[in-house]
């Protein structure tokens, strides 16, 4: 699946091309393009394919991914990629180190009283963190209506173009 983010001066939108040739689009608020990038980053270096990527691949659209009762029954890998992609993004911002990351997503996902086997070493971590930041960099360069594209599938995500 293509996925692209083009950046405009108050809403992005994001666009997702399914392997079948349907689309999803939705505009973002100026701050949510970097949750859907750390999203990317995370879905595609643990390989997950029933995070929010995983879901749009199969079907869902971003409104029904936003509805509480969808959220509610979604597997526990969707809720472990929600929970690292927010530890992620507070890893960037220096809100917790590489070694407190594996914590912090345990403690929150104790918090849902959900069981998911993590596999968060510090190799993966700082590899997240390196592309997360390659692609804020590369989203930051952007002017108004540049796109910054990148393409999920089932097995490890690739970054397309820019």
Not at 51 to 61: A, E, T, V
Not at 113 to 121: E, G, K, R, V
């Amino acid at each position: 699946m293509e996925i692209k983010i083009t950046k405009k001066n108050n809403r992005n939108q994001l666009t997702c091309a399914r392997p079948d040739g349907s689309m999803v689009q939705s505009n973002l608020g100026p701050k949510l393009p970097f949750h859907d990038i750390a999203h990317f980053v995370v879905e595609s270096t643990l390989n997950l394919q029933e995070g929010f990527y995983g879901n749009i691949l199969k079907g869902y659209s971003v409104e029904q991914l936003s509805d509480k009762q969808i959220i509610k029954a979604l597997p526990p890998q969707a809720w472990f990629a929600e929970i690292t992609t927010r530890a992620l993004q507070s890893l960037s911002s220096g809100a917790c180190t590489i070694q407190q990351f594996p914590s912090l997503v345990e403690t929150e996902l104790q918090q849902f009283s959900i069981n998911y086997n993590q596999n968060l070493n510090e190799e993966i971590i700082s590899d997240m963190l390196s592309h997360y930041q390659q692609l804020m960099q590369q989203w930051h360069t952007l002017t108004e209506g540049q796109t910054l594209s990148f393409h999920f599938n089932n097995n490890p995500a690739t970054q397309v173009n820019k």
